[in-house]
């Protein structure tokens, strides 16, 4: 064997050596996890005695029976992405580019106060939004009242009707922080001179967002989206404080089915089942988001 070679295969080795304690954890934290739920998920078990092995029926029952509801709670999760994407990233993408045009003395003032509410747990953000719908003395129906519109009064989280909004519009406030930062690093971190030279063209500071800052950004952008689809499908935090799922399941999301399942109905199998498909559905979510961007790039 040749010195190049055994020097070749002495330092894959010494690769090999330093990446397994990552790899190690990797698969236990991981791997190892999701191919336990993917074995349970082929059960039925009530997670004391031992299981019986049913292969696909779960699956089968999860998009058949109406008592279980997943595709309902899917769609709220969907329904909630919809929103994240259209409302929460547009607004994100705007304060960051008016942000990241010129450097002020109070962009870092403006940064911290939007970014404020990523920073609060979502327990207290729940709580807090709890007091503003309150019925009673919330913040919402005492506006409502002070501008003469008490037909317009609701009990906010307790509609079947409102119910969802309620849900949608403390998620979108939360994070339009967290996906302003992203995108204002991004847009900071464009040229200077390819603005200049935009402008000395006759573009306008919009035109300059339009057609310089935005394509530049894009990869951010992609990934934006990936984390607000998937956030959405996994959304639980405020969905348990606001509503836990009701009036009637209005707003079951597969998070909140998934504790019903494991904790209410100690049906293990069927939560095992739920939470592969969700993880199904974030692994496809973010490869059709980041196919879809790579088609337009091209």
Known sequence: MSEKKKRKIEEGLAIFVFLLPGLFLFISILIAPIAVSVYRSMFDWNGFSEGTFIGFDNYIELFTNGSIKFVNSLKNSLILAFFSVFVQLPLALMLALILGRHETRKERTFLSIFFM?????????????????????????????????????????????????????????????????????????????????????????????????????????????????????????????????????????PSTLLENMLFLRNRYGMGSTISVMLILLCFAFALLISAAFKERDE
């Open 117 to 253: 509410p990523v920073l609060i747990s979502t327990v207290v953000i729940g709580q807090l939004w709890l007091k503003i719908y309150n019925p009673d003395y919330g913040l919402l129906n005492r506006f409502l009242d002070a501008v003469h519109l008490e037909s317009w009064k609701h009990v906010w989280v307790g509609d079947i009707k409102t119910a969802l909004g309620s849900i949608i519009v403390p998620t979108v406030w939360q994070y339009v922080g967290y996906h302003m930062l992203l995108m204002y690093a991004g847009v900071k971190g464009v040229d200077l001179d390819l603005r200049e030279a935009a402008m000395l063209d006759g573009a306008t500071k919009w035109q300059v967002d339009r057609y310089v800052v935005i394509p530049i950004i894009k990869p951010i952008l992609r990934v934006s989206v990936i984390f607000a689809v998937t956030g959405s499908l996994k959304t639980y935090d405020l969905v348990r404080i606001l509503t836990e799922g009701g009036p009637f399941q209005s707003t079951e999301v």
